[in-house]
């Protein structure tokens, strides 16, 4: 059965409410998993690691992407401008020395560190290690000079404590039909969003036939905006309003690769789609598709690729966007914990 095959079902089964009825009971174990492993940790049989500085978890409760890492760029500008030295910690998926510790620079390969941890490093211009022990990526981060940590991804990794939690939500997908893993897109329960400091909503959030947590309610909107594509051969960049309407072939081996293809259709785009796994390696053979089409992929594919990958390959950086009246008030938020979690260490 192909990806693209399985992908459309999975999609039907969490978000268009098709049955899946069969994948109930695995769903029921995942629970039991969930509520003994929890209960672990409340009874002081899970050890719970506090790091040298205060942690910021950026993650979610669904599979599958939801604007997590441009997130995590935009509180490592932010936190930057006021005088923060921030730090991330990214468990690697896709990489083949994920299992292990490795500091991760703009030029590291990733094929062993991972796509994301690659772009945090270009992008976010600071120390990003990549640890499945998230506990002791914080540490590592603090020998390197961190006064913060951001951890990419790592809501449910409860080893490590944390001063403030985001989850972000995809709004056109929601939290789907609301059941858990595999009958439902959700690593935790809905009750989660409530434990959580804030809860961010990427686009604008879906109708549900289901009842709005609070949380849900007063979630922060944020757009993902691009301006402009990048050919990967050389540092040619071009507005991305010089491709309305014209065809190219979109690629994406992302978690939500819809969200991708709606942006450049967005821009008048026409978008011939190829959709591959989350975190695939992709290769030359992968952009051939026997046409003269430009072909766009997102700036977190193209980090596996070299720049002598040819004229033909575009990348489209995306930059998160959020209305200044409601991004003041939760920066300072962040930061007054922050703030506070420093003077609890010292």
Known sequence: MSSGVVYNWVHRVWYEDASGWILLP???LYW?????????????????HRAAAPVIV?????AG???????????????????FRPGIVSRGYGGSQSGTSMRVEADSDASLAGDEPVLLARRGRCPVVVDPDRARAAAMLVEDGADVIIADDGLQHYRLARDYEICVVDGARGLGNRRLLPAGPLREGVRRLEDVDQVLVNGTLRSSEYDLTPAEQNAVSFELVATEACRLSDSLVRPIERFQNTTVH???????????FDLLRGHGIQVIEHVFPDHAALGGKDFDFGDDFEVFMTEKDAVKL?????????????????????????????ESRLRLGNNVDE
Do not use: H
Not at 58 to 62: K, L, R, Y
Not at 252 to 259: E, M, W, Y
Not at 306 to 334: N, T
């Open 32 to 48: 039991l998993l969930l509520v003994l492993r929890r209960l672990f940790y409340d009874l002081g049989l899970f050890t719970i």
């Open 306 to 334: 070299g720049r002598d990958s040819g004229d033909k390959l575009w990348y489209v950086p995306v930059e998160l966007k959020m209305d200044p009246m409601f991004a003041a008030p939760l920066i300072e938020q962040i």
């Open 58 to 62: 950026v993650g979610n409760i669904t």
């Open 250 to 260: 979109g690629v994406a081996a992302i978690g939500n690769p819809q969200r991708f």
């Open 26 to 28: 695995l769903s029921g």
């Open 65 to 83: 992407g939801t604007g997590k890492t441009p997130t995590v760029l935009w509180l490592v500008q932010e936190l930057r401008s006021r005088g």
